[in-house]
């Protein structure tokens, strides 16, 4: 069973993107901050993570970054998630490097649809 790394710091957003990514069939272990997920993927070894953006202490984006200097995480896939929904947010979190952007509300298909295609890639 593919596991995914999901870090969000809202209770409710991990509750719901937990119920979605569950039922598309992965086991799913969690973080509340960007500095939490770095650990994670490191001893976790994710298939896949969805990165929220907006957090206290590390942003999204850093934590993308910083998985991305080691050489342990580097290749996990990253997949923002974020209610940032401009067009100029989804450029800047694919330029650092996020394999897919999904917006909240998030739509079940669109996301399970980009973690299928994130494993294949």
Known sequence: MPKILIVDDSPTQLYRLRQIVEQGGHQIVTAESGERAIELAG???PQVILMDIVMPGMSGYQAKRQLGRDESTRH?????????????DRAWGLR??????????????????????????
């Not at 997949?79 to 929904?85: E, H, M, P, R």
């Not at 650092?96 to 890639?121: C, D, F, H």
């Open 43 to 45: 001893c976790e070894h």
């Open 76 to 88: 996990i896939p990253v997949i923002f998630v974020s209610s940032k929904d401009g067009e100029s």
């Open 96 to 121: 650092q490097g996020a394999r897919e952007y999904v917006t909240k509300p998030v739509n079940p298909n669109i996301l399970l649809t980009a973690i299928s295609e994130a494993m294949a890639a």
